[in-house]
């Protein structure tokens, strides 16, 4: 038999383990690394954000539209004048008559929110009257008056006994 040589390297399962021992570095190292590692932390190596303006502004994050679950009102809201409301009576006074006769101007007495506009289109729905124009005041009681001059071809004591019996 021939003699065995020593320069061999041994083979096996134990020959892996020597390897692999040797490969990974000295326990003591591996334990100081992970000393180290506890000691700086999860977040010990983060970089603090330069901030260059005084003023913080928030990040745009994202908005979702609403999705109610019920309404939050149960009917809409009504208009708070129509033209039933705007008008509320004609007033035959002995002024407001001299006033149909010689000027072609009927009086009512209107809702004191009104303007000109709205008491114009009011009377337009109502009585189908074209006006030249509306004129309004106050009275003492707190009511307001409404003087309105009809178009030339509209006669004020005509609209006055038909429309709103009133002569």
């Known amino acids: 038999m021939p003699p065995k040589s020593t320069d061999q390297k041994p083979e096996g399962k134990k020959a892996d383990a020597k390897k692999g021992a ?5 326990p003591s190292a591996k334990a100081n ?3 180290k590692a506890a000691l700086r932390g999860v ?4 970089v603090r954000k330069v901030r260059l303006s005084t003023t913080f502004h ?4 994202l908005r979702l539209s ?17 033209q039933h409301k705007i008008v509320l009576h004609p007033l035959n006074t002995e002024s407001a008559m001299k006033k149909i006769e010689e000027h072609n101007t009927l009086v009512f007495i209107v809702d004191v929110r009104a303007n000109k506009p709205q008491i114009k289109n009011a ?3 109502l009585y189908d009257i074209d006006c030249i124009r509306v004129n309004t005041l106050i009275r003492p009681d707190g009511a307001k008056k409404a003087f309105v001059r ?3 071809d509209q006669d004020a004591l005509d609209v006055a006994a038909t429309k709103l019996a009133i002569v």
């Open 22 to 26: 040797k490969g990974k570095g000295k």
């Open 33 to 35: 690394e992970a000393a």
């Open 43 to 46: 977040k010990g190596n983060k």
């Open 58 to 61: 928030r990040p745009k994050t």
């Open 66 to 82: 609403r999705a109610p679950k019920y309404p939050r009102k149960s009917i809409p809201a009504q208009p708070l004048l129509d």
């Open 123 to 125: 009377l337009k729905k």
């Open 150 to 152: 009809l178009t030339r």
